[in-house]
């Protein structure tokens, strides 16, 4: 059976002063002594007293709850974007509602209509490789609830965000393909549709060109996950396409790239190298391990949370910010061979 809340009334009783005495120092009120707030703050620690959110926020008109749209909770990136979001969450006393799009714009639609009428304070949100449009968002801005963009965003949006610096992580991650002796290095790119596959198609195209290494149509092959990898290999190989250097999208097509050269035999790092983006947590024990660009996930849903907090605070103003976040190449076994 589940056990009741402890309330304010409870502490009061238990030591014989009143409820509003106790609130007062609850919130350390300079008329209340220093004795009876130890007392309050002992006795609330050892009936592990809870503050109820749905009275502060019915008395104070504020939820002090945010929501979070994310494609899908399982990568790690996106994990370790919804650790710092909830880190900065706690220090300011917000609530976190978690959602995920499911790659899907239709739910992603569903989701923010439903957020449009919530008592939420905010959405901090990545979008679907489905979104190509910002109406939905509108829509919760119109409402008076302020959005946040990280990592994918809607590029001509009047939106706060915050991004990593991917064009500079797959400029970085191609020259050091090239550094290791790559002459035929192949991008498995993300959808067109999103930005952030399109700085990184970029920075790549920049590292081959600065290198007077050739661009073919075969050098950049929309490809972004590891079955797509195994798929898109089988015909690279099928067709006696030469390559010795992949550079991929994100780790998990990484993956399954290196999955398939070794099941045929193709030795990494020897015969073709491979380096990844994201620095998933599985590229330091799969074998061999993978090169990869670390992408600051905790960071920047840490920012995120105080950019939300900021565009409250200004709500109105027009001055949008955009933070961008720099990425650093992690070198593994997957591509070194000097």
Known sequence: MKSRTVTIKDIAKALGISASTVSRALKDHPDISIETKRQVTELAQKLKYRPNPIALS?????????????????????????????????????????????????????????????FVEGVIISVSKETNTDRHIKELQDAGIPVIFFDRVIEN?????????????????????????????????????????????NGFKKALEEANLPITKASIIECDSYSKAQETLHYLL?????????????????????NKLMELNISVPEQVAVVGFGNDPISQIFNPTLSSVNQPGHEMGHKAVSLLLSRIEKE????????VLETQLIVRKSSTRK
Do not use: W
């Open 316 to 323: 109105g103003e027009d001055d949008f910010q955009n933070v």
């Open 157 to 201: 949006a009047a939106i706060d965000r915050i991004v990593i610096n991917d064009f500079d992580g797959a400029y970085q991650a191609t020259r050091h393909l090239i550094e290791q002796g790559c002459k035929n290095i192949i991008h498995f790119a993300g959808p067109k549709t999103r930005q952030i596959s399109i700085n990184r198609m």
């Open 238 to 258: 099928g067709n006696h396409i030469q390559f010795d250097g992949v550079f991929a999208v994100n780790d998990l097509t990484a993956l399954g790239t290196i």
């Open 58 to 118: 019915l008395k104070n008109q504020r939820s002090n709850v945010i929501a979070v749209i994310v494609p899908e909770i399982v990568h790690h990136f996106f994990s370790s974007v919804i650790s710092g979001i909830e880190t900065a969450a706690e220090e300011n006393g917000l609530q976190v509602m978690i959602s995920q799009s499911f790659e899907s714009f239709e739910r992603e639609m569903l989701l923010c209509e439903i957020f449009k009428n919530s």
